[in-house]
Every structure is written in structure tokens, then in C-alpha cells.
């Protein structure tokens, strides 16, 4: 008879999360149900119901744990960059990374196009609290500042690429990079507005 580790409920939740996530990555985001996660993690489908309510939680979850692990890895990029030792494609590569590597981008449309509405509510707001992290000083009076826009920009091109990049830049006869590319001389121009040598 085997004896299940017992885990606290942060450790239950964190497991159930990288869990998750891995299924994203590997099978898609229609496979992050709560039974699949419970199989992955060794517990049963009422553990994780009592720890995300249903699998809509579980996926707004993951969604906001995704964004804030992007955002903690590109706001370190943005500081390397200040620092003179990183360089705006690590920030633009971090952030296509996000959307199609780690599969953000397919869980965010999955979860819009069941019908879960607010499934961007946390990665909107965690990139909105990175932005205004790294530039409190541009803040305005009407809530807009220069990277606020260029972080629009980017999410949306990131996004974008992760859906229908490699389809269409095959389409166009694009190097599959161009969107990269643009991205980041949009980025160097932002850097280089904000008095960040790039």
C-alpha cells in the first residue's frame, strides 16, 4: 500500500499548477481539465474541485500564474537591459516565448472561445503591474505612457504570432523571425525614448 505524501494547500495548489501547465505545453489547452491534473499530481478530482471550484478556476489560474512567472522573467530582462548586460530581444523573445512556446497564447483564445470572458483579466493585469513597475515615472494623468503603448504593441504581436504566425509568414513568404524583428526595433526605439541605451 502506497502512503501519499501529505501537502500543504499551497504545496497541493503549486503542483497542480505546474501539472498544468505541463499538460498545456505538451497536449493543448483543451487538455487541463480537473481530472487529467488530479492524475498528473496523484490526487483526486474533489482535492483539486476544493482547491480551484471548477476546471474554468483552474485554467484562470494557470493563466495569472503564467503571466506573472513571464512577467517576473521580463521585467528581469528590462533590468539586465538597463544595467547594460541584456539587450531588448531577450525582453521581445521572453515574451513570444510566453504566448506560443509555453502556450499562453492558445490557453488565452481556448478559454475566450469557451466562453470564459475574463480569462485575460491576469495576464492583463500582471504585465500592467510589470509596465508600471519598471516606469512609475511615466505614468500620466490620463493612465497611458509610452511603454504602456509599446507593451500593447508587443503583447499583441506575441499573441498574434503564437496563433497564426508560422502559417502566415509561410503564406506571405516572410522569414518566420519578422515579427521578432519588428518587435524589437520597436523596443530598442522605446528604450532609447526612455534614455535606456539598448
Known amino acids: 500500500m502506497s502512503i501519499r505524501k501529505?501537502?500543504?494547500?499551497?504545496?497541493?495548489?503549486?503542483?497542480?499548477?505546474?501539472?498544468?501547465?505541463?499538460?498545456?505545453?505538451?497536449?493543448?489547452?483543451?487538455?487541463?481539465?480537473?481530472?487529467?491534473?488530479?492524475?498528473?499530481?496523484?490526487?483526486?478530482?474533489a482535492n483539486l474541485l476544493h482547491h480551484f471550484g471548477s476546471a474554468s478556476g483552474l485554467q484562470k489560474e494557470l493563466a495569472g500564474h503564467l503571466a506573472q512567472t513571464v512577467c517576473d522573467s521580463i521585467a528581469e530582462a528590462v533590468r539586465a537591459t538597463r544595467?547594460?548586460?541584456?539587450?531588448?530581444?531577450?525582453?521581445?523573445?521572453?515574451?513570444?516565448?510566453a504566448f506560443g512556446k509555453e502556450g499562453g497564447g492558445a490557453l488565452a483564445s481556448w478559454m475566450l472561445a469557451s466562453g470564459n470572458e475574463d480569462a485575460l483579466n491576469p495576464i492583463i493585469e500582471a504585465i500592467h503591474a510589470l509596465v508600471d513597475d519598471l516606469h512609475p515615472e511615466e505614468a500620466r494623468h490620463d493612465g497611458q505612457s509610452r511603454m504602456h503603448e509599446t507593451t500593447y504593441t508587443?503583447?499583441?504581436?506575441?499573441?498574434?504570432?503564437?496563433?497564426?504566425?508560422?502559417?502566415?509568414?509561410?503564406?506571405?513568404?516572410?522569414?518566420?523571425?519578422?515579427?521578432r524583428d519588428r518587435a524589437e526595433a520597436m523596443m530598442i526605439a522605446a528604450f532609447s525614448q526612455a534614455g535606456i541605451t539598448a
Open 6 to 45: 501529505r501537502l500543504s494547500p499551497e504545496e497541493s495548489r503549486a503542483a497542480a499548477l505546474e501539472a498544468a501547465r505541463t499538460l498545456l505545453i505538451e497536449a493543448g489547452p483543451q487538455s487541463v481539465t480537473l481530472k487529467a491534473v488530479a492524475a498528473r499530481v496523484g490526487r483526486t478530482h
Open 83 to 97: 544595467a547594460g548586460i541584456g539587450s531588448p530581444r531577450e525582453v521581445v523573445d521572453l515574451t513570444f516565448d
Open 154 to 179: 508587443l503583447v499583441l504581436m506575441a499573441l498574434g504570432d503564437a496563433l497564426l504566425g508560422e502559417q502566415l509568414a509561410e503564406s506571405l513568404g516572410v522569414q518566420r523571425t519578422t515579427a
